[in-house]
């Protein structure tokens, strides 16, 4: 079964606070490439990552994660 | 921390060293590391046939010489870099890799067990028809056992390293100041 895309905001939110690949990836406790690899969307992670993801930005983990595409920066939908 | 876990953490930070990163930058760099480590692995096979033809002889010991010689020189760097390239996917306990690293692993393991099983089944058959009937070939000599099962092991050992340096995905850009593959 071909695997269905799940899209994340996570490189977006690591921008915006400021957040190193290695920083993220240490409190995450996963190598900084699968963080690499997670931005891409080459990984989708288990849902206790993806929860621990969500957890330490602060939100909810539906604003990181979505298996729809999010919509750009300044786009109206 | 005993031996095992100093051994293991001192291969996980000797994985990150960047010496190695010029020999498996690129996929093609990389596909080239496993094609070099299966020419190894296939001239130990090699190795076998021939010493079942004609060991024991001086003859065979010197074939055996130069033969193991190229094939320690195709496989340890190769899988060196095989293994820097895949942060020792193939080789550290699990407990020292994450989700992603442990889902790799099990899929380059289950690619390599059909491999093997394959292998095993063509070298099976040829051994079985080389050795059909009264002919010299139905002798087998000790040296082409010992070579013959060293290249099974050899090959079941590393085989799940070249299968996870063949898939191995361009790690992201880096966009950090460490970030280095």
Redesign the interface.
Known sequence: MAEEPVFNRIAVLRADRGV???DLAAAL??????V??L??G??S??LH?ALRIAEFFEVPVEVVFSLKPFPKLGSTS | MNWGERWHAHAARSMEHPMFVPLYRTRARRRLLVAVGATGLLVIWADAIVSWYIAPSDTAVTVNFVLLTIALVCYLPSVTALNAATRGLASLPERRLDERQIAERLRAYTVANTLMRLILTVVTALVLAAMWGDGPAARVPGAAIALGLIAVWLTHYVLPLLVAGWRLPDPPPDDDPGDEQ
Request: aromatic share 16%; charged share 30%; hydrophobic share 10%.
């Open positions: 190193s690949r290695r406790g996963v190598h900084y490439q699968t690499g690899y931005e891409r080459e990984y992670p288990s990552l």
